[in-house]
């Protein structure tokens, strides 16, 4: 799914940041149908918001989570903030970090860039859209 897609070296020709390769691939694995206006709201979230704070694969792949799993609004129910809260855990537990800053200095590399950094935060939303799935089929 959307790991494979990133993997396969999606949004590089485009140049696309962090959030932006999450979303966009999100939208085209997950159908999420979002139009360029919606993808456009993830620019700004790359390399931790510009300001190096909260990785900006993990904030891209909580606008895939809410895109995909709310209805209306956040406070509809608990749903978004249970997945969400399940995806910066896994996340932190691989990465041992959920700050741009140290994700950087510990996973960056010069011929990839953080590309690492965003293949885990593609697997991980991948597993928890999976789950989802799942649970609903029982």
Do not use: P, W
Not at 43 to 50: C, S
Not at 69 to 93: C, G
Request: some cysteine.
């Amino acid at each position: 799914m959307l790991y494979d897609l990133i993997k396969s070296g999606f949004g590089e020709d485009e140049n696309y940041n962090c959030a932006e390769k999450i979303l966009y691939g999100a939208n085209e694995v997950y159908g999420l149908n979002l139009n360029k206006e919606a993808l456009k709201l993830s620019a700004g979230f790359g390399g931790g918001m510009g300001i190096e704070s909260v990785c900006g694969a993990l904030t891209g792949a909580v606008m895939a989570l809410s895109s995909k799993y709310v209805e209306d609004i956040a406070h509809e129910d608990d749903k978004i903030k249970i997945l969400s809260k399940k995806l910066f855990e896994r996340y932190e537990m691989e990465m041992d970090s959920l700050k741009c800053d140290e994700l950087k200095r510990k996973y960056k590399k010069e011929d990839i860039g953080c590309k690492n950094v965003i293949l885990s935060a593609a697997k991980i939303l991948d597993e928890i859209v999976k789950e989802d799935i799942q649970s609903n089929l029982k």
